[in-house]
């Protein structure tokens, strides 16, 4: 039947011997052993390694390569769901989704590359419309507070309100957290491609790259990159690196939603800070930053000084981490009728927060009953209800508070 699969797995964790796969892996051995699962990667070494560490001898493995299509297709033809953290995707993951798509068979993964969706979106949305199979890139610290946050914000205004905000902004608040090897591959390759390839820098600069290509694109610019006050927060504001990917995942929610919102939507994204120094340090240190990756030896000098794939925070350090992030839903007439919700979570929210995200995201996908068919979708607009309600399970929380 067309949107349902049939498989050995109801999920398998492609790419469990990287730092976040095996934080999925542990989360799904630590709380959901009622399902049938397996974990994937190119080493059976590794796997055994994985499933020593787990404790979990009789976990089934896969090995299966990236670069070779015939793997990726006996994998997805193994499994009802493909969770996958195996990135940069630019570089790892076109494969396996087009295996996907092909084989009828849900798949989520992590990625924040904007220039690889759209690069990829042509290729396999017919094919994961014909299958059924549900696709949903982003389901992790990027961009699921961010597309989850509009999309309860909207709900709670059309409650109160009866209509939808044209206008919505994010705001990324406090946070702890730590960068791991597999990340700043990702960022590396990203810059690079930025450099040398204009498409690839078109996509990222884009605010609607990742619009359906039969819409007209709205008139939000580029991301914020330098220093605002914000009046709604009575906070000074510089940018948040990850605005270039959540800003698109969101207006791209509002495009497969049949532009609930408004064929005129706009969405922002910055970083609160605690006064206007902080927020020029911020700009500052981003724009450097940006133009120090941009050139090739530096990057690479940096790069060697950077955690490699598979290091990361501690445990320790994952289990102290948290983050906040608001959504500001304006109101179009009265700014006191503006809804806010804020996102809240445990742990870091890069790795101990987002294996979490990613393993719902994939329960999901597995297990709920979902509202739409196959093909390309956002957290928000494939998962919606469910996800929050997942999530909350997580200690990861979507809520309206007072302004």
């Not at 699969?5 to 989360?27: C, H, N, P, Q, R």
């Not at 089934?60 to 793997?71: F, G, I, K, P, R």
């Not at 609930?260 to 609160?272: I, K, M, P, R």
Request: net charge negative.
């Amino acid at each position: 039947m067309k949107g349902e699969t049939t498989g050995k797995f109801d999920i398998v964790v492609y790419g469990a011997t990287g730092f976040t796969g095996a934080l999925v892996a542990e989360y799904l051995f630590q709380s959901h052993r009622d399902i049938s699962w397996a974990i994937a990667g190119r080493s059976q070494t590794k796997l055994d390694a994985i499933k020593h560490q787990l404790g979990a001898p009789e976990l089934a493995t896969l090995v299966a390569d990236s670069d070779s299509v015939e793997d990726m297709t006996r994998l997805a033809a193994q499994s009802r769901v493909i969770i996958s953290t195996v990135g940069p995707y630019a570089r790892y993951g076109t494969n396996l989704l087009e295996a996907c798509a092909a084989e009828g068979t849900h798949y989520c993964d992590l990625t924040g590359e904007p220039q690889w969706m759209a690069a990829v979106f042509e290729r396999v949305s017919s094919a994961a419309e014909e299958s059924g199979a549900r696709l949903i890139h982003c389901c992790g610290f990027d961009s699921i507070p961010s597309d989850l946050g509009v999309f309860v914000a909207q709900k709670t205004m059309m409650e109160k309100h009866g209509l939808y905000a044209s206008t919505v902004s994010g705001r990324m608040g406090q946070s702890k957290g730590a960068v791991s090897g597999g990340t700043v591959a990702s960022m590396l390759l990203a810059v690079e491609q930025a450099v040398n390839d204009p498409i690839a820098r078109k996509a990222m600069n884009d605010p609607y790259a990742l619009y359906p290509a039969e819409l007209e694109p709205g008139t939000d610019g580029p991301d914020q990159k330098g220093v605002q006050w914000d009046d709604s927060f009575e906070s000074w504001t510089g940018p948040f690196v990850m605005a270039a990917i959540n800003s698109k995942v969101v207006r791209r929610s509002n495009a497969l939603a049949s532009l609930l919102y408004g064929a005129d939507f706009s969405y922002n994204e910055s970083t609160l800070t605690s006064n206007r120094r902080a927020a020029l340090l911020l700009a500052g240190g981003t724009a450097v930053g940006t133009a120090t990756f941009a050139i090739g030896p530096l990057r690479r000098l940096i790069a060697k000084r950077l955690p490699q794939p598979g290091e990361g925070p501690t445990l320790s350090e994952r289990e102290s981490g948290f983050f906040e992030f608001f959504v500001q839903a304006h109101h179009p007439e009265d700014a006191s009728k503006d809804v806010r919700v804020k996102v809240r979570g445990k742990r870091d929210p890069g790795y101990g927060a987002t294996s979490r995200m990613i393993a719902q995201a994939g329960l999901s996908l597995a297990f709920d009953d979902l509202d739409v068919e196959g093909g390309i979708w956002t957290p928000a607009s494939g998962l919606g209800d469910h996800l929050v309600e997942r999530l909350a399970t997580v200690d990861i929380h979507f809520e309206a508070v007072s302004l």
